[in-house]
């Protein structure tokens, strides 16, 4: 089974432009992530996919691998499924390009899921981790994910999941962690199939593969990624590294 790391770059970015051109410790930010992926030994390669010369020139000119998007993406999946349209692989997770403090084991685990797929029943694998601070739950930037018995979801919103008319009846919060690993196929086929009404008025792209059937294999994990979205952010992941 071939499996390889693609990280989506864009270089505009509403809160933080050129973020992950941003210095860290003596680094960009998107090259700690590119190597951060590579050291995890977890992938058979590991790639930048960006519309940007700049983030480009940044990877190549430093031994990495980078691919050009040609065309406009919505998201993040159709930016990857461009990229690996035409190569040969089994596997693919989406690391995301802002997020350099890559921890191995949660990467791990969402492998082993296919790994341990004999029937190959799972579309894709992603992260959720438990919440419980009310404020969170209701916070509709945090993506609440609910699951059957076999830890398949069942749906994502920003709407609070299941709803408490209950409170005492035991329900756990889950806040869905935005790693992704997909079946090439899977990751074709949203690439070809057409936007729904749930995905267009959440503004989620994983509803896209519920609504056209595919499954998604929730793993639950304790790890909560280091994103850099501000600048404040930065100078955290700076004294991190000091």
Do not use: C
Request: aromatic share 8%; charged share 30%; net charge negative.
């Amino acid at each position: 089974m071939r499996i390889i790391a693609v990280i989506p770059a864009r270089y505009a970015s509403t809160r933080f432009p050129a973020k992950l051109m941003q210095d860290l410790g003596g680094k960009t930010v998107i090259s700690r992530t590119y190597e951060a992926a590579v050291k995890t030994e977890l992938f058979d390669d590991v790639f930048v996919v960006t519309d940007s010369d700049i983030i480009f020139n940044e990877i190549t000119n430093n031994g990495g691998k980078a691919i050009m998007s040609i065309k406009e993406h919505e998201s993040g999946s159709d930016r990857i499924a461009e990229a690996v349209e035409n190569l040969d692989v089994d596997i693919v997770v989406n690391v995301q390009g802002d997020e350099p403090f890559i921890n191995k084991e949660p990467l791990a685990d969402v492998l082993e899921v296919f790994k341990s797929d004999a029937a190959r029943e799972i579309d894709l694998a992603s992260l959720m981790i438990e919440i419980n601070n009310w404020e969170d739950i209701e916070n509709p930037n945090n993506v609440k994910v609910i699951v059957d018995q076999k830890q398949f979801a069942l749906y994502f919103s920003r709407s609070v999941i299941p709803y408490p008319r209950d409170k005492e009846a035991g329900a756990k919060y889950y806040k869905h962690i935005g790693i992704y690993a997909f079946r090439k196929h899977a990751l074709m086929d949203f690439y070809k199939l057409p936007m729904q009404s749930l995905e267009a008025t959440e503004k989620l792209e994983q509803l896209r593969y519920l609504e056209y059937g595919k499954k998604i294999r929730m793993v639950e994990t304790t790890h909560v990624g280091i994103g850099i979205d501000t600048p404040e952010d930065l100078e955290k992941a700076r004294k991190m590294l000091d």
